[in-house]
């Protein structure tokens, strides 16, 4: 199976603050990657899929990058909105579709 | 809008059958080429794929549950379901059903807890 590790696993920031949270794949997965956002109580959301393609209505302020084992993502003016934890997944045909271990992004 | 809906017990007991049941609203299930799976979220801990499940009745499962898990479909009731046979305490989880664009997950539903108790 492809292992996907996301760091760091709690990220403290402040309203307004950009902040970026990485996923490494144990193997390429070409650009087969997704970013989710869930919250307290709730199932999560789609932000990203294919690595950089914003799913439709999503702000903008959130963007992906990366390619083969190693990807981002950014939120480029955080909002209140944005405290929850945020999970990568990647879609490779040949292993079993994995998920990162979360990354909570809590108030400083 | 599409919308998915999970039903079904939320007390297993140890040793028997998890059972649980997706209901797509807003939407034919047969529609477009996407798939439907199954997730699972332990408390306080991260997302395990179960499985998916095209209308063409194909199915692809978690190696790690492969022996335990059967998905099936019913299109003529909108519905994909869930069967986790021999449950332990491990199987205790918020149970999700999702629609996969088939590599992504786009809808979910609410997600229930399915607790696994003598």
């Known amino acids: 199976d492809i292992q996907m590790t996301q760091s760091p696993s709690t990220l403290s920031a402040s309203v307004g603050d950009r902040v970026t949270i990485t996923c490494r794949a144990s193997?390429?997965?070409?650009?087969?990657l997704a970013w989710y956002q869930q919250k307290p109580g709730k199932a999560p959301k789609l932000l990203i899929y294919k690595a950089s393609s914003l799913e439709t209505g999503v702000p903008s302020r959130f963007s992906g990058s990366g390619s083969g084992t190693e990807f981002t993502l950014a939120i480029s003016s955080l909002q209140p909105d944005d405290f929850a934890t945020y999970y990568c997944?990647?879609?490779?045909?040949?292993?079993?579709?994995?998920f990162g271990g979360g990354t909570k992004v809590e108030i400083k | 809008q599409v919308q998915l809906q999970e039903s079904g017990p939320g007390l297993v007991k140890p040793s028997q059958t998890l059972s649980l049941t997706c209901t797509v609203s807003?939407?034919?299930?047969?529609?477009?080429?996407?798939?439907w799976s199954w997730i699972r979220q332990p408390a306080g801990k991260g997302l395990e794929w179960i499985g998916r499940i095209f209308t063409s009745g194909s199915t692809n499962y978690n190696p790690s549950l492969r022996s335990r898990v059967t998905i099936s479909v019913d299109t003529s009731k909108n519905q994909f379901s869930l069967k986790l046979s021999s449950v332990t305490a491990a199987d205790t989880a918020v149970y999700y059903c999702a629609r996969g664009r088939p590599h992504s997950f786009d809808y979910w539903g609410q997600g229930t807890l399915v607790t696994v108790s003598s």
């Open positions: 193997q390429s997965i070409s650009s087969w």
């Open positions: 997944q990647q879609y490779n045909s040949y292993s079993p579709l994995t």
């Open positions: 807003g939407g034919s299930i047969s529609s477009g080429s996407y798939c």
